[in-house]
């Protein structure tokens, strides 16, 4: 019988590499705007800041501030693994090196902060033996490449895996 979690945990990939990293500190609004002041760029406004991780998430796509569309390129080239510049591609008015360099800083940022974003929890979290021992993905075609990197990794460790989703 497997030693994993043997009470059920419904919740996301993130959610799950979280608790398999033991929970690790994450960036949130209040501590992104700070890194937006360090580097001299506007922060996103659309949300108070606060402590929650999960504050950029929902975040309305029509923002401008130049920390909002830093927040979006970064997390969309992390999951679909291409460079900065083509992810910036959907954002007409911002330059793609600016973003680059943008985007090196925040890595820099997190790493000596000691922060993990949600893209971070999905790299570390596949090193990880997964939480569970029975994982069932849901809306499977709506992954990012990111997302299936730890899926198919920890398909290998659990009892069962099962993924569904439409065609």
């Excluded at 591609?89 to 790493?111: H, I, P, Q, V």
């Excluded at 999905?122 to 992954?143: H, I, K, M, T, Y």
Aim: proline fraction near 7%; hydrophobic fraction near 40%; aromatic fraction near 10%.
């Amino acid at each position: 019988r497997n030693a994993r979690a043997v009470t059920p945990h419904v919740g996301t990939v993130h959610s799950l590499c979280f608790r398999a990293l033991g929970q690790p500190p994450l960036v949130d609004s209040k501590n992104f705007k700070e890194f937006c002041d360090r580097v001299g760029i506007e922060a996103p406004k659309s949300r108070t800041a606060d402590d929650s991780p999960f504050w950029w998430a929902d975040e309305d796509m029509n923002e401008s501030e130049e920390g909002a569309v830093l927040r979006r390129v970064y997390a969309e080239a992390r999951h679909r693994g291409v460079p900065i510049a083509e992810a910036t591609t959907r954002f007409r008015s911002f330059d793609s090196n600016r973003m680059s360099l943008l985007a090196d800083k925040y890595a820099e940022w997190k790493r000596v902060e000691h922060l993990m974003d949600f893209e971070d929890l999905l790299d570390a979290g596949a090193e990880r033996p997964p939480p569970v021992s029975v994982l069932f993905c849901d809306e499977a075609q709506d992954n990012s490449p990111l997302l299936w990197s730890v899926l198919n990794r920890w398909a290998h460790e659990v009892d069962l895996f099962v993924a569904a989703g439409d065609p």
